[in-house]
Nanobody, 125 residues
Framework: QVQLVESGGGLVQAGDSLRLSCAAS????????MGWFRQAPGKEREFVAA????????VYADSVKGRFTISRDNAKYTLYLQMNSLKPEDTAVYYC??????????????????WGQGTQVTVSS
């Protein structure tokens, strides 16, 4: 069992930066692929980024590529999402997730077994 708790969300202006964190409980968290998803009001949850167990491989949604960076510190059992050049369309609840499988499946919700409660990010224009 892995418990995930996100933090770092808030209200910012377009062009600003935020760093989200996801604290994972349990030493087994480093055994999982970790990902970030987001869900805007009235929309389905969508993939943002994912990272391999040892940080050697990352995958990003096209909408955030070049602006967001996913990273993890397994010694601290923490996942990060550095978000730069934020846009109003980035407004959403951001969720971290833990799962497994091959990189081709990392964008799928069904790949992930554990989810956090989410943190709100609001970007004003």
């Amino acid at each position: 069992q892995v418990q995930l708790v996100e933090s770092g969300g808030g209200l910012v202006q377009a062009g600003d930066s935020l760093r989200l964190s996801c604290a994972a409980s349990g030493r087994t968290s480093s055994n999982y692929v970790m990902g970030w998803f987001r869900q805007a009001p009235g929309k389905e949850r969508e993939f943002v980024a994912a990272i391999s167990r040892t940080s050697g491989y990352t995958v990003y949604a096209d909408s955030v590529k070049g602006r967001f960076t996913i990273s993890r510190d397994n010694a601290k059992y923490t996942l990060y999402l550095q978000m730069n050049s934020l846009k109003p369309e980035d407004t959403a609840v951001y969720y971290c997730a833990a799962g497994g499988g091959l990189p081709g499946r990392w964008s799928r919700i069904s790949t992930y077994d554990y989810w956090g409660q989410g943190t709100q990010v609001t970007v004003s224009s």
